[in-house]
């Protein structure tokens, strides 16, 4: 199965930060990666798709970017609305694998 | 507007059997894949199962595989998830999700509020 290692687990910042959240798959997968924001007692949300394509009606401060393996979701300017968990998820390969998750909680 | 609405979930004894159903509308179901996905008490997401269109082509994580059998019925816009030989570890939070209209899938933004299952004596 597929690794997908995440990091930081927990991040503090403060609103109007720039945050970067990363992901690295055990082998390629391509450009086969999603990024999802979750927020308790909620279904996940799609932000990202195929690793840098932002998903319908996601604020542009959302982005995705890949270098081999390594995957990354970076929020330009942290809003109140972004403190949640996020999950990157491959689909290249079954079974399709979740990493473990990073909360970004408030400084 | 795209609605799935999960259904079935509760508390069952270890060994028991429990069949979640989710049932779509807003889209024409039989165009899609459809996912479940699991998230047990405080802990991260786990992808379970998947289905083609056709119900043809079926995908599961390797802890469900010989218990839990997802299908379809596209005449009634409804996918299911039927979990037998329950265990303690099965206990979450199972979504259902929309997958890709293609020939392959892919977690698409469009997911159900979730139906709580709980293996327990």
């Known amino acids: 199965d597929i690794q997908m290692t995440q990091s930081p687990s927990t991040l503090s910042a403060s609103v109007g930060d720039r945050v970067t959240i990363t992901c690295r798959a055990s082998?390629?997968?391509?450009?086969?990666l999603t990024w999802f924001q979750q927020k308790p007692g909620q279904a996940p949300k799609l932000l990202i798709y195929?690793?840098?394509r932002l998903q319908s009606g996601v604020p542009s401060r959302f982005s995705g970017s890949r270098s081999g393996t390594e995957f990354t979701l970076t929020i330009s300017s942290l809003q109140p609305d972004d403190f949640a968990t996020y999950y990157c998820?491959?689909?290249?390969?079954?079974?399709?694998?979740f990493g473990q998750g990073t909360k970004v909680e408030v400084k | 507007e795209v609605q799935l609405v999960e259904s079935g979930g509760g508390l069952v004894q270890p060994g028991g059997s429990l069949r979640l159903s989710c049932a779509a509308s807003?889209?024409?179901?039989?165009?899609?894949?459809m996912t479940w996905v699991r998230q047990a008490p405080g802990k991260g997401l786990e992808w379970v199962a998947d289905?083609?269109?056709?119900?043809?082509?079926?995908h599961y994580v390797d802890s469900v595989k010989g218990r839990f059998t997802i299908s379809r019925d596209n005449a009634k816009n409804s996918v299911y998830l039927q979990m037998n030989s329950l265990r303690g570890e099965d206990t979450a939070v199972y979504y259902c999700?929309?997958?890709?209209?293609?020939?392959?899938?892919?977690?698409?933004?469009?997911w159900g509020q979730g139906t709580l299952v709980t293996v327990s004596s």
């Open positions: 999700a929309l997958g890709g209209s293609g020939s392959g899938s892919y977690l698409s933004g469009y």
């Open positions: 807003g889209i024409t179901f039989v165009g899609y894949w």
């Open positions: 289905i083609k269109q056709d119900g043809s082509e079926k």
């Open positions: 082998q390629s997968i391509s450009y086969w």
């Open positions: 195929e690793a840098s």
């Open positions: 998820q491959q689909y290249n390969f079954y079974p399709w694998t």
